[in-house]
C-alpha cells in the first residue's frame, strides 16, 4: 500500500508523490509567541513531528521548517501591559515554546525562521505583488487586491460574492468605515505604524509586516516557490492560509504546495480549547503530573482530523496504558538476545509491522498504529521466553520510536512531592520503633538518613527533618 | 560615596556619571552558540546580571542588551561536523543558553539581538566605513584599514608598530601568504563564501560578516552612537573591543563606551578554563549537583576582576555557607513581624546596609558586599525575639535579591537519586520488621507507599518496588 494523505485542497485522500523524487519539503505554520502553550500547541507540534518522523523512517529527505511569528499585534498590546519591550516579551516565549517542545519530545525542525529575521524579503515580496498589479498602496498601508487573483477562495471553498457580503455586514467600527480598501475581504500586507511602535522603513513609510505574508515570503526563501505539504491546525485554512495561496499563487504562477494538511481541535469539556474561553492549560504544568509519552498517546490515540476531547478520565487511562508500554519495553534494554528468534516470532513481528505501515499509510492514522504498539506489549507478556521477549520488545521500541515515544522508564523515578511523603512515613516509623525502645532501628534510620544528606533533628513538636 | 567603576581605558577607578541623567545604557557581549555553557559563561552573565541589579538598585533607568553571536565559522565548521544545518544548531545552543541562564536566575536583557537578524544594517556599516575611507574591498572581502584610525591600540594599550611587527611573525599559513590586506593588521568587515555556505548577497558579493562587526552595528542600531558601558571578559579587550573601537569611533567621531569593563577568567586546577583544555564543566551538569545560588556566591565571593581558583572544595564550601543565609531567609517568610523593631536593631541593620551598598560602590566589590548578607544572618541567629529575627531575616533577603540570589529553600526537596536510597531503606525496615514477625508495621509500610502512587511487590530475590 502506496503513503495516501487526506488534501484539503481537493477534500479527498490522495497518493503522496513528492515534486523532487525522494526529497519531501514541507512547512507548518508555527507559533505566536506572546502567551504561554497549552494543549492545542502541543498537538500541532506532535501531529507535525509524527507525520516528518514518519516520512524520514520510510526513507525519504525531509526539509521541515517551522516559524515563529515574533511581531504581532498580540505580542505588542501584551509587552505593553506588562511594560517590557516586544523583543523581550517574544524571547520570553520562544523559550518556553522550545523548552516545551523539548519536554514534549518534539524534534526541532530543520529550519525554524523568525518574522523579524525575514523584513527586507518581505518588503521585496510586496514591491513585487505591487508591480505585478496583485497589491496596491493606501495611506501608507499595502493590501493585497483579491480580486486579481482567480482562485481566491479555492482552499477553503468559498467564493468571492459570499465572502464580499459576509465582510460587508461585518462592517462595524468607525475604523471599517474608514477603511480605504478597494475591497473589503483584501487584507494587509503592510501596517503603518507610529514613530515609537515596533516597526521598519519601507518604501510606503514606516510600519510591520502582515502575519499572511510572513509564511509566503519564509518558504518562498527557504524551501522554494512550490513545495509538498503545507500544514497547520484547521483554523488557519481561512484567511491564513487562503491568503498565502493569494500571494504566492499570483506572484509564482504555480500551486504554492502540492498537498494542504490541516489538524483538528483539542477541546477541553466539549468546548474548543482557546484562551478566551479561559481553560487551557500548559504544556508546563501538564508536564509536572504527565509524562511526555503519557500526552504523545492521549494526542496520538485520536487521528489528527479529529477532534480531541480532552478530560482528567482520558489522561488517567493514557497515564495507565503508557505504564503497560514502558514495562514491555524495559525488557528490551534488560534482556539478551540469545541464539535466532523463532520463524514464528518473527512472522508475527512482520506482521505487526505491516499493521503498523498500512495504519501510517493511511492518512497517517495513528491511533490504529498505536493497537500495532499495545499489540506487540501484549505478546511481551504472554510469552516466558526470555529470547521472543526480547524480540517483542525490541519490535516495540523501534514502532514506537517511529511515532516520538521515548518509552522512558520512570519507574524509578520520585518526584519531590512524593518523596516528601516517603519521608513522614520513614519518621513515623523511626517514632514506633522509639515508643517501641527499639533504638536499633531508629538508630539505622538516622545513620541511613544521614548518608543520604538528610539530617533528622529532634525537638517538642517531633521530630524534623533537612536535607543538607 | 558614590558608585566609583574601573575603566580599561584609563586604567583606572573613575566616578561614574551617565551620559544622560538616570539613564543607563549598557552592553555586554554575549556567547557564540556553537557548544554548551561553561562556567566561564556563568561567570561573565552573572557579573553583569549583578552589575544591572545594582544600577537599577539605586534608581537607574537601565537599558541592558546582550547579544547572541549566530554566524560564525565555529558553528559552521560544528554543524558540519554534526551534518545539521547551522541554524539548527544555533537554536539548539540559543536555547540552551536561555535553559541555563533562566537556571541560574540570569536576568533576561533588555533586547538581545541576534547577528542573523541584523546583516542588512552590518552591510550598511560596511558601506560608510568604505565610503568614509576607513574600509577597502579585496577580492570579495572587505578589510577595516588600522592604519586609517589613529586611536588603534587605546584600550589594549598597545601601538600599531608593535602590534605590526607582531602579525607579520604570526603569518605562516599559505593562506597568509596569499593575504590581500594592506596591512597585517587589518581586520575582515565582510568575509566572502562559497555558494551553498552561509552567507548572504552583498555590495561585495556572496559572504558574511566578521565578528567584531556585529557588536558596533547593535550597538549603534539599538542603544546609539555613544552608550555608557560595554564590558565583556578580559579575553576580549584585544581584539575585539579595540575592533569595535575602530569601527565606531572612525564613523561616528565620538566615544563608543564611556566605561569599558572587564570581568576576570574562571580557572579550574590553575589553568586558564577553556574548552581547548577540555576541563570546562558545563552549567547543566553544574546545577544537577549545586544550586544556582552556590554557583552565584562562589563567583560572586571574588571581585569581577580578580581570577578565581575553581575547586572541588570552594563550591562545597559556598554550598554549605549557602545553607546557612537559606536557613536565615527562610525565616522572613516564617515569622510575623509584631510591634517596631527596636532601635537599635535598626541602627544595625542601616549601618550593615551601608557598608553593602559602599562596598558596591567601591566597583561592585561583592567578595565585601556578601560579608553584609553573613553578618545578617548571623544576627537572625545571634537573638531569641522573633520580631528582631524576622527584621534581620527581611534586611537578608532584601539585599540578597540585589545581587540576585533567591535563597530559595530547598531544604525539603529531594532528588530523585536520594529518594531511591530512602526508598532502598524504607524495604530494609520491612524486611526487618517481617523478621521479626512485626506484621503491623510492614503492613503500615506497603499501605502507606501505596497511596503515595509506589507499588511494593515480594520477589524471590527479596522485594522490589515500582512508582506507578
Redesign the interface.
Known amino acids: 500500500m502506496s503513503l495516501q494523505v487526506f488534501n484539503t485542497l481537493s477534500n479527498k485522500k490522495e497518493e503522496f508523490v513528492p515534486i523532487d523524487g525522494k526529497n519531501v519539503r514541507m512547512y507548518a505554520c508555527g507559533p505566536t509567541v506572546y502567551d504561554s502553550s497549552h494543549l492545542g500547541h502541543a498537538r500541532m507540534a506532535i501531529v507535525w513531528d509524527v507525520i516528518q518522523r514518519y516520512l524520514r523512517s520510510v526513507g525519504y529527505n525531509v526539509t521541515f521548517v517551522r516559524n515563529i511569528t515574533d511581531v504581532d499585534d498580540k505580542i505588542i498590546n501584551r509587552a505593553k501591559e506588562l511594560g517590557?519591550?516586544p523583543?523581550?516579551l517574544a524571547?520570553?516565549y520562544t523559550?518556553e515554546y522550545?523548552?516545551d517542545m523539548?519536554a514534549l519530545n518534539v524534534m526541532?525542525?530543520?529550519?525554524?525562521p523568525?518574522a523579524?529575521?525575514f523584513i527586507?524579503p518581505m518588503i521585496q515580496f510586496v514591491r513585487e505583488l505591487i508591480d505585478a498589479g496583485h497589491a496596491y498602496e493606501a495611506n501608507g498601508d499595502v493590501y493585497f487586491d483579491v480580486a486579481s487573483f482567480n482562485d481566491y477562495g479555492k482552499l477553503s471553498k468559498q467564493n468571492l460574492e459570499q465572502l464580499q457580503s459576509g465582510a460587508r455586514e461585518q462592517v462595524r467600527t468607525q475604523e471599517d468605515l474608514a477603511s480605504i480598501k478597494k475591497n473589503p475581504v483584501d487584507f494587509a500586507l503592510w501596517k503603518s505604524a507610529d514613530e515609537g511602535e515596533l516597526g521598519w522603513p519601507s518604501p510606503w513609510g514606516y510600519g510591520r509586516p502582515g502575519w499572511h505574508l510572513e509564511c509566503s515570503t519564509m518558504i518562498r526563501t527557504v524551501l522554494g516557490e512550490s513545495i509538498d505539504i503545507h500544514g497547520g491546525g484547521e483554523d488557519l485554512v481561512f484567511p491564513h492560509h487562503e491568503n498565502e495561496i493569494a500571494q504566492s499563487e499570483s506572484l509564482f504562477k504555480k500551486n504554492m504546495a502540492k498537498y494542504w494538511m490541516h489538524n483538528s481541535f483539542v477541546q477541553v469539556s466539549a468546548e474548543k480549547m482557546s484562551k478566551s474561553l479561559g481553560n487551557f492549560k500548559t504544556i508546563k504544568s501538564l508536564l509536572e503530573n504527565y509524562s511526555a509519552d503519557t500526552l504523545r498517546l492521549l494526542i496520538l490515540q485520536t487521528h489528527y482530523r479529529n477532534p480531541i476531547d480532552f478530560t482528567a478520565d482520558s489522561l488517567a487511562a493514557a497515564k495507565t496504558a503508557v505504564?503497560r508500554l514502558v514495562r514491555a519495553a524495559a525488557l528490551d534494554a534488560e534482556l539478551e538476545q540469545n541464539g535466532d528468534v523463532p520463524a514464528k516470532v518473527r512472522d508475527a513481528i512482520a506482521e505487526t509491522e505491516k499493521q503498523f505501515s498500512d495504519a501510517m499509510d493511511n492518512d497517517f492514522n495513528t491511533a490504529v498504529a498505536i493497537s500495532a504498539l499495545f499489540s506487540l506489549g501484549d505478546k511481551v507478556f504472554q510469552t516466558k521466553d526470555a529470547s521472543e521477549q526480547k524480540a517483542y520488545a525490541a519490535a516495540l521500541v523501534r514502532l514506537a520510536k517511529v511515532l516520538g515515544f521515548t518509552l522512558a522508564d520512570?519507574?524509578?523515578?520520585?518526584?519531590?512531592e512524593?518523596?516528601?511523603?516517603?519521608?513522614d512515613?520513614?519518621l513515623?516509623?523511626r517514632k514506633?520503633a522509639r515508643e517501641n525502645k527499639d533504638y536499633a532501628?531508629s538508630d539505622?534510620?538516622r545513620k541511613?538518613?544521614a548518608?543520604?544528606?538528610?539530617n533528622v533533628m529532634d525537638a517538642p513538636g517531633g521530630a524534623t527533618w533537612?536535607?543538607?
Open positions: 517590557i519591550s523583543d523581550q524571547r520570553q523559550f522550545w523548552r523539548y526541532a525542525p530543520d529550519f525554524e523568525k523579524t529575521e527586507a505504564l520512570t519507574r524509578k523515578k520520585i518526584e519531590p512524593t518523596a516528601k511523603g516517603v519521608m512515613l520513614v513515623e516509623l514506633n532501628t539505622l534510620i541511613e538518613l548518608q543520604l544528606g538528610i533537612e536535607k543538607a
